[in-house]
Structure formats: structure tokens, C-alpha cells
């Protein structure tokens, strides 16, 4: 599980950064080349086989994240050669009670992978892919899904949940839960991990699952990296279709789209089931968009239109059905979000909303918080997804969610303009006021969006799992170290 390559390049290679030494612990500051003090008076950093940047550039780029909304700007950033640089960097760091934030795509919203004054760990680095082994494959913490997809495809196999945009890395999205269409089917992405490779806030290299230190595979998946980071995961593997029959069926009433989704989650003809609210002429989020998908050979058998579609009350007109390689499925965003970069959107602010309602007040809430909706809040780029879940497959006791056999997702995906710091700040207000909405009808968020959140907030998040996060807190980061920015403890 050792990236490549595994140079020794050590600390002092970086041409624009003056090389770090160690840390001046009477101070609480780096040593560098430049800035050193007596010998005996700072504790020399080890010998890494990555790198420790402390260049401005390398701070900056780490206190920005997919939200642009919160900067939080480390002391140093650790870009790691080796899963051994991950160990001895938190000793080192535990020793000096520097706090530490684990980062893998940094495609949080709100300051979650950013830490003040602290050390950021790159996981990118750690993205090694190994050989599919019988229906399991193990990789780095830092590998994409892309990559992790496109290596098992080879072999015909592939994971069974994806997320719906594709460069996510696998440590990012165990560390919050991973939801998506075929969640319905097979839960989230930390329920079909088999075994996780972590380096501890303690700086332990440890090896666990359900049967070897559970109560940390436990804590770590969708623990939001409260207790180690994850350097390596070993995920379960399914038979890839070829392709798939991809269809978008148009509903007006939102409680008919929210029936037909909830028969197709408790019948599972398809493969992946989710849901798009869009705004109508006026300007309301009244256009509901049933997205759905048949996995052909041989991975299910050859799809059949009206099978599939029989007994659906959508509006017939609009309905679009294609065939699409089971890839381009996956990577179906890769070409709308190529053109969000190219016009500088994905540099915009993402102030985004994640809640997870109760099937029983679905249509209420969901209705509640899309009649204050308004075009220019999700923005042009941005997109409302709406779809249930089955909970009996969600079985990560940290992956929190109402407790009702079919949760829905409420994502409300907003891109705001830029420069303009009051639109974000009401934003945020209605985040909040939507959050306490749904959680006072049993709903929770799902944690990887923009909602103002304290301590007392987690707590309620948590509820009865808070304790054995805490427990677990402190047996394996007991100096409390590891991701400040999700304000848990
Ligand atoms: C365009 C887009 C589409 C998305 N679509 C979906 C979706 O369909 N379904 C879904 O579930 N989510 C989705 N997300 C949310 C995404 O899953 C989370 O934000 C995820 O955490 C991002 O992964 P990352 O590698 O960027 O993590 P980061 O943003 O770098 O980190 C997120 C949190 O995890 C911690 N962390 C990161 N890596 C590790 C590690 N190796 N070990 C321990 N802790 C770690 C960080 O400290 C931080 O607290 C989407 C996000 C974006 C921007």
C-alpha cells in the first residue's frame, strides 16, 4: 500500500520554500533554514521520503476547499512519500500538540479538511490501486473513485456505490459515508468496505475491519476523521454491467415523483435510483426529474422498457431513455463540471445544503424548504437532487440518518456569485433554518455541506453513537489532534 514513487526527497528539496528543520516548541513555531533557533532549543523534524511545505502557496491552495467560503491557513502541509511519512509526521506533531488535518480532494464546503496553524496531510499522494483479489480491491486513501473504477473495470469488476461526481477520494468520502443511486440497493460506499489501513491520532499504523479492532473501523468510517486517517481501503467488488439503460422520467407533483421513487427503492427493478428538482417557468422548484437505471449483462439481464417503466405515473412527453457505456454512466458529470472550470463556476462559493428527512414528512419538509427556494440561490451550475434510501443497507453505526425505513437526501447544491459575502451569509441562515427544520421532524444533515454547526449540534447529530465516537476519541487521538475543522470536540 506504498505510493509510487517512494523518493526520499526529504525537507529541504523545495526551491520556493525555505526548508523546514523542526519545530520551537517555547515559540510554537516551525524552525526553518531561515528561522532557526539554537540547536537544542527545537525538536528536528524526521526524515521524510515526501515533502513539508511552509511556502505561501502551498498554505493558500491548502485553506481553500470546493466551498470557497471558509480559509483556515496551516503552518505547514505535509505531502507525504510514504504511509510511514503519515506516521511519524502525527508523533511528531502529537509531541508538540500541533493539530492535524487530514485532506483528499478538499471537496468539502466549509473549512472541514482546513486547519489554523496546523499541519494538513495531503492524501493524494497515497493513491496506490492494487491488484483485484477474488471480489475485493485495496488502495491508497488518496486514490479517486475514478481510478479505483477504471482499474476494477479491467477485470469486469466494480464497486458497488458511487458517489455522483467521480474525483472524490476513497479516505474523503468513507471519512462522511458515500451516497448515491444504488444506495438503495447496497448502502453507502462504508458499508461495502471490508478492511481499513489507518494511521491513528495516537500515530499508530493499524489494520481494521469488523472482526479486527471494530471499534475503530467503526469509529473511522463516516467518522469524519475525529480518529485516524485513512491511508488504505480494501473495497468490495461487484459484476460490472456493460452497459445501461439510463432514463429521466418527468413528473409534475411532487408527491406522485416521491411515491414512484419509494415503490422503485421497495421493488428495486432498477439498479440506481435518485431525483432532480428543477425550477418552471415562474422560477419555482415544481419540475421533478426521476432518474433511473437498468444494469444490462452481465451484470442484470437485457433491459426491457416497458418492464421497467410499467405502473409509473411520470408525463410521458418528456421522458428520455438511452444507452449508455457503464463508464460514461458513472463519469456522466465529467463534461458539464469540465465546463463549470473552464468558466471559473467551480471557483465560485458552494454554500451547499445536505439533509437527510424522514420518509413519513418527506413531502412536507421537502415542500417547506423548495417553495422558499429561488433560482438565483441554487445558481445556474448548481442542482437540487432529491431521493430516498433504504435503511436497512446502511449499517455504519456513524453514518447518521433518520430513523425511518426509506430516509430521503435533500441536497440543495448551490453555487453563489462571487464577491459577495452577503448572499453567502443569507445562504447560510437558510441552511441553518431548513437544518433545524428538519432535524425537529427527526431529520439530520448529511455532513458534507455549509450548515453553521456547534458542538451541541454534533451531539444532537450523533445521538446515541456520541458516545463510543467519544470513547473512541479518545482511546486513538487522545491529544485531540486530528480534523479541528468539523468542530466535533
Ligand atoms: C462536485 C461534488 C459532488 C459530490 N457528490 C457526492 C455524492 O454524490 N455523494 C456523496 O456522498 N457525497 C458527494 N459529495 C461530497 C463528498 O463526498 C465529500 O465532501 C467528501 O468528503 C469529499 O472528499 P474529499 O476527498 O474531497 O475530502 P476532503 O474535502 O478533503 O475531506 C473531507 C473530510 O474528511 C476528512 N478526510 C479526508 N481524507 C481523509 C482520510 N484519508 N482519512 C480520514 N479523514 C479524511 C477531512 O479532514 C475532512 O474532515 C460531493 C462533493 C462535490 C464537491
Redesign the pocket.
Known sequence: MRPEPTRRTALYGLATAAAVVGFDPAARAWATEKRKPAEGDFDHVPPLDGTLLTDDASRDAASE??GHIVHRRPAAVLRPGSVNDVVVMIRFCRRHKIPV?????????FG??QVKGGLVIE?AP?KHIGPVKGDTVTVG??A?WSEVAKSTLRKGLTPPV????L??????????????GQTHRHG??VDNVTELE?VTGAGELVRCSATRHADLFDA?RA???QC????GATLRLVRAPRTVRHYQLPYTELSVFLEDQRRLIDDRRFDYVEGLVLPDATGAFRVHVLEAVAYGPPAGPEPDDDELLAGLRFERPGLVAETLDYYAFLDR?AAS?AEQMEAGLWDDP?P?L?LLLPSDSVEELASGILDELRPEDVGTSGVV?LYPMRRKVLRTPLLRMPDDPAPYLL?V?RTSPPDDAATVKRLLAANRAAYELVRDAGGKQ?P?GSIPFDRSDWRDQFGPAFPALAAARHRYDPAGL??P??GIF
Open positions: 476547499d470546493f488535518a487530514p485532506r483528499g480532494q478538499g471537496h468539502a464546503t472541514q479538511a492524501t497515497l486513501g488518496g479517486r458511487f458517489t455522483d461526481y474525483e472524490l477520494s476513497v479516505g474523503g468520502t468513507l471519512s462522511v459515508g458515500g451516497l448515491g453507502a460506499q489507518v473511522v467518522g469524519l476523521g485516524a486517517i485513512v491511508v458529470l463540471v458552494h451547499w445536505n437532487l441536497a447544491l448529511y458534507v486530528l480534523a475543522g468539523q
